[in-house]
């Protein structure tokens, strides 16, 4: 696992909207709690709410951005454990794709529980045997 890209803008936004979303709005942070922050018409970005009254200090915005960071810095560490745990039917998958452009749900699933064997391969294996 190399660096995150740019093409990763989307997806890292709305991870950390998701995650400051846990923390000032659904209370789900070990050091913050059962806490509200912000109005539901709030904007807040990293602990800082652009043209709306905050109802927190900055001492509290920073502790939030900490909370936000853990819980990203979590779910990456554990994509990355998933991601190499399964990295064979990763690269099977993206073989399959390479090869035939697109898969059928049956097909994806077969892939993903009994691994791939390239139709090249495959061909080849026969004509060995013969």
Known sequence: MGEVSTGAYSDLKHANG?????????GMSEQLENLFFGD???????????GHAKNFSEEMSSKIDVEVK????SAYERIKSILNENIQRLHDIAQALLEKERLEGF??????????????????KEDAQA
Not at 18 to 26: E, G, S, V
Not at 70 to 73: H, R, S
Not at 108 to 123: A, C, L, P, Q
């Open 70 to 73: 853990k819980i990203i810095d």
């Open 40 to 50: 539901e018409n709030d904007e807040i970005f990293l602990g800082k709410s652009y």
């Open 107 to 124: 097909e994806f699933e077969k892939i993903f529980n009994e691994g791939y064997v390239s139709e090249k391969k495959e061909e080849e």
């Open 18 to 26: 998701i995650a400051r979303d846990m923390i000032t709005k659904y």
